[in-house]
């Protein structure tokens, strides 16, 4: 059992962030026992899933849908939001790709012509 300090360590958050968690509903706000909140593993292992979940793209609201998929043993539908998760990091990357080949292609411009204006420049501002 930890307090809120040591639950938000753990899961390397804020407490605000903690907080903030329990108002959206996806982490329980335990009884306070002798004035302080205990939370116990399956907190930090609550928070760390919000965590990593984040970190692969879901939002807030899908979180808490996988949350609630996960207490109905919903399969089907956890994995049409992986998929689409999945797909959306998909595009994601083929705009990164395609502004990563347009800034080498200037950089190269740049580099083979010292006269006139910079087309690195010139290009953010037109």
Known sequence: ???????????????ETVRYYQRRGLMATPPR??????????DV???RFI????????SLDE?????????????PRARELARDRIAALDAKIAELAAAR???????HDCAASGEGPCPIIAAFEG
């Open 1 to 15: 059992m930890t307090t809120i300090g040591g639950l938000a360590a753990a899961g390397r958050v804020g407490v």
């Open 33 to 42: 026992n002798g004035g302080v909140r205990r939370y116990s593993a399956d």
């Open 45 to 47: 292992r609550r928070l």
């Open 51 to 58: 965590r990593q979940a984040q970190a692969a793209g879901f």
């Open 63 to 75: 979180i808490a849908e996988l949350i609630a998929l996960d207490a109905s043993r919903d399969r």
């Open 101 to 107: 080949s347009a800034l080498e292609k200037l950089a």
